[in-house]
């Protein structure tokens, strides 16, 4: 293309490797599926169901209250107040099933929570870090693009030096291109 009298310019001229990142750089530009990162994490549901459902309560106590049963049942001219201490008795054991029943739940809820809050903490620093890498991405590709622009122009201009043709300056070629 340049004629045998013309010499190049070498600030005009560049590699061709400024096309793509280099090689050193392809682990940062990485680009990972969402399936690939989903299988790394932990879900909630997952531990959900790793937990034993909560058993009843009432197993430790049951000879108690079978006993005091049977005896109310062997002497029901027993004093009043010995069936009044079982219901109190009975009536406060149900209680505390039913609120260590809610406080075990109230630890897997929570257990799960936390889990959920890793999950999001991890897909968070993928994201940044995969924002990071493109936004890199984009500053080498907007300067191998500048450089390619001008590289252009440097030829335009050699060749305008060689030969008597018009000379197609940047603003000149932009107006081409928007007619």
């Excluded at 190049?8 to 050193?24: D, G, I």
């Excluded at 937990?51 to 002497?75: D, I, M, S, T």
């Excluded at 903490?121 to 500048?146: G, I, P």
Aim: hydrophobic share 30%.
């Amino acid at each position: 293309m340049d004629s045998p009298d013309c010499e190049p310019n070498a600030k005009t001229r560049h590699s061709r490797n400024t096309v793509c990142p280099p090689f050193e750089h392809e682990d940062s530009f990485s680009i990972h599926s969402a399936n690939e990162l989903a299988e790394k994490l932990l879900w909630a549901e997952d531990i959900l169901a790793q937990e034993p459902h909560p058993k009843p309560h009432n197993e430790p106590c049951e000879p108690l209250l079978v006993g005091l049963k049977g005896l109310e049942q062997a002497h029901p001219d027993a004093p009043q107040p010995s069936t009044q201490i079982l219901e109190l008795y009975s009536t406060l054991w149900e209680s505390y099933s039913a609120k260590k029943a809610h406080t075990q739940t109230l630890e897997r809820e929570n257990k799960a929570l936390r889990a959920i809050n890793i999950h999001l903490s991890q897909e968070k620093e993928v994201l940044e870090h995969r924002y990071t890498n493109q936004e890199a991405l984009l500053v080498y590709f907007e300067q191998a693009f500048e450089s390619f622009r001008l590289g252009i122009l440097g030829i335009l201009k050699d060749w305008e030096g060689c030969s008597p043709g018009p000379v197609f300056e940047h603003d000149s070629a932009q107006a081409i291109g928007d007619s």
